[in-house]
């Protein structure tokens, strides 16, 4: 009975394994979103917890957006408050003209370790 109960729980982890994986492998579940929107030009997307690109380079006058490509909130938020977009919900944007050259850092307040640059020329 005992090898009976212990091959039945192996089966039991076998198929929850087997589930786990084919889920993974859709591109729709946390952690395996492939951005979407890639960046390009003046666009910057929020995937898989962070900027992508995580540096970007605009001449002056040039509008950026960002858009949150991952399942949770996040914020744009300048290191040197200069600007702040709040909350983003998933599938939302955020825009920001910069006018003036100089070197922008920013990162999301919900998750600190998410980092990004604009350079604008």
Do not use: E, R
């Amino acid at each position: 009975m005992k090898m009976n109960l212990n091959y039945a729980v192996a089966s039991m982890l076998m198929i929850a394994a087997m589930v786990l994986v084919s889920c993974g492998k859709s591109g729709s579940g946390y952690g395996t979103n492939t951005n979407p929107n890639p960046a390009s030009g003046n666009t910057v997307s929020i995937v898989n917890m962070s900027f992508s690109p995580a540096n970007l380079t605009v001449t002056a006058g040039t509008t950026v957006t960002w858009t949150n490509n991952d399942a949770m909130t996040h914020t744009v938020t300048s290191d040197g408050g200069l600007f702040d977009s709040g909350n983003i919900a998933s599938g939302k944007t955020y825009s920001k003209m910069f006018s003036t050259t100089g070197t922008f850092p920013y990162h999301c307040t919900i998750h600190p370790g998410m980092l990004g640059t604009i350079t604008v020329k």
